[in-house]
């Protein structure tokens, strides 16, 4: 047959990612073959200069990965053009390498979409799932492409992100096991254009990585300062109880003080007692054994 | 709303062969709990979460694979199809050998917990062996004891017959055999068993000085009638006392 839906989708990333996102990138490419790589682009420039970028390599969509403080990963979808975009920030990832997912797949062959309902119920929803199918499935008779369907992309809405799930299809009774690679997607925001344009919608849920980190760098500080104020009420408290007492003008009616003695002051050195020794007195060793003694009692 | 009017210009009209995608539940699975509403899955729980999208994707294997095959798109890959597979052979092997290691950890284990198991019974076994052979040694030492004794004349323990009834040894018509040795004899040899407690026999303890049930009267006081009616009283049962047997003694002497 003849390759009538042409879909180019770019990969690539800025610099500064780590290597769970490399392979991540790259078991992306293998498993789908209408994809084209690119080299890192420099972070100094300006996001819709990747327009420009799928415009000279003749691609129509995009799947841009970006990491930021070496920590945070996040992931651009556009349709390069006009199209709408949008940002996620990607968590959870584990890559095909994995040797706990025991599933294999043809190299390029067209998989299956599989949503979730409630991307039927929200608008937003329905937009991103129109995104997903655009990007991820594999035209038919694409010259790199098997034409076999052999697995099946998973796409939920769990607990308000996007889990990404990749399966083989063993048997015709539909029993699967895991292929990978697989990663969870936070919603941040839909543009209208590709990478910038006016926000057609804004997650209300989604909280960035640095205000967690602060959240919890600052309740670990309250717990400290609440754990400080205690303790400085405590402080209060004790030195508060005292009873201020008045000065009682009686005490002092008894009071004698004694004679005052002269001041003698030594200039010769005293004769040095001699040493003798007290037999009655048990030496030291016995004086020891006693003590056992008394303690084992 | 914007999103709407945006995903209207946006979508492409193309046929469901191209794009692929089924929108569906979850199989129903009848082992999973309360009516399987998707809100119930807690996302914390990774098993339950995990479970939750297999099912997803098996209802949409299950709903897709049909459609393909009207289609004539071929979902069954030939056992003679050769083709690059999207992880490389060795990262298969290295798979497949973990999961070997796994299994032979377990099987491992398994065996050596058996094992252990089998040693504990084993010696329970053995132990109960050997207690039941000394039981039979002691019962058989018994059995040849009272026939020495001669309680019974009868070899019947010889041809190992555990159930012998007691009664059998008094049906004899022997009277000497019949009694054997003195009734005093034979109350010690019941309370204490044949050659048995030496020590500790012969008390007087509260109990045993209270015990009057072995005082005869007329024994005591030499009034009842004879044994054989006449006037032998004195010789079989009265006893001189201490001073009287030594005066014998040494007249004797």
Not at chain 1, 272 to 278: A, E, G, H, T, W
Request: charged letters at 35%; aromatic letters at 8%; proline letters at 5%.
């Amino acid at each position: 047959g003849k390759w009538k839906n042409k879909e180019r989708v770019l990969i690539f990333s800025s610099r500064g990612i780590n290597f769970r996102t490399r392979h991540l990138m790259q078991d992306l490419r293998t498993l789908m073959p209408h994809s084209k790589a690119d080299t890192k682009m420099d972070r100094k420039d300006q996001l819709f200069v990747i327009n420009e970028v799928c415009e000279m390599k003749n691609c129509n969509k995009c799947i841009f990965f970006e990491a930021k403080k070496k920590q945070d990963l996040y992931m651009w979808l556009s349709n390069t053009p006009q199209g709408p975009s949008a940002k996620f920030l990607v968590q959870n990832v584990h890559t095909l390498a994995e040797l706990k997912m025991t599933g294999n797949c043809l190299r390029g062959s067209r998989p299956l979409l599989s949503f979730d309902p409630t991307f039927d119920k929200e608008p937003h929803y329905a937009l991103l799932k129109e995104l997903f199918i655009q990007i991820f499935s594999t035209p038919q008779y694409h010259p790199k492409s098997q034409p076999f369907v052999d697995h099946v992309f998973t796409f939920t809405i769990t607990d308000e992100r996007i889990w990404f799930r990749n399966y083989q299809i063993i048997e015709e009774d539909a029993s699967l096991v895991e292929i990978g690679p697989r990663f969870v997607l936070n919603l941040i925001k839909i543009f209208q254009g590709s990478f910038g344009g006016p926000t057609l919608y804004e997650n209300p849920h989604y909280r960035s990585p640095n205000m967690h980190r602060r959240l919890i760098r600052l309740s670990v500080a309250a717990k400290f300062r609440e754990k400080q104020q205690v303790k400085e009420v405590q402080k209060i408290k004790k030195k508060g109880s005292k009873v201020l007492i008045e000065e009682d003008p009686t005490e002092v009616v008894f009071e004698t003080p004694a004679e005052e003695k002269p001041v003698e002051i030594q200039l010769v050195k005293p004769e040095s007692k001699p040493i003798v020794k007290d037999k009655k007195k048990p030496r030291k060793i016995q004086r020891k054994k006693q003590k056992k003694l008394f303690r084992t009692e | 709303d914007g999103l709407k009017q945006c995903l209207s210009e946006f979508k492409q009209q193309l046929a469901w062969v191209e794009r692929l995608d089924v929108t569906s539940g979850q199989v129903v699975d009848p082992v999973s709990q309360s009516a399987s509403d998707k809100d119930a899955v807690d996302p914390e729980n990774d098993f339950q979460r995990e479970m939750s999208f297999y099912r997803q994707a098996q209802a949409a294997v299950l709903e897709a694979l049909p459609r393909l095959r009207k289609l004539q798109v071929p979902t069954r890959r030939p056992d003679d199809y050769f083709a690059e597979m999207a992880k490389s052979d060795q990262q298969m092997q290295k798979i497949r050998q973990k999961l070997k290691s796994k299994q032979e950890a377990m099987e491992r284990s398994e065996k050596a917990k058996q094992l252990r198991a089998m040693r504990k019974y084993g010696k329970k076994v053995q132990t109960e062996i050997l207690q039941r052979r000394q039981k039979e040694k002691k019962n058989m030492l018994n059995a040849v004891k009272k026939y020495q004794k001669g309680l019974s004349d009868k070899l019947d323990f010889l041809d190992e017959e555990q159930t012998s009834s007691q009664g059998n040894k008094k049906g004899s018509a022997n009277q000497r055999i019949k009694k054997g040795p003195n009734a005093k004899r034979r109350y010690k040899n019941q309370k204490f068993g044949f050659g048995g407690k030496k020590k500790g026999s012969k008390w007087n303890t509260k109990e045993s000085f209270n015990d009057v049930s072995s005082f005869r009267s007329k024994v005591a006081h030499n009034k009842g009638p004879g044994k054989a009616g006449k006037g032998g009283k004195k010789a079989l049962n009265k006893r001189p006392g201490k001073r009287a047997r030594q005066k014998m003694k040494s007249r004797a002497r």
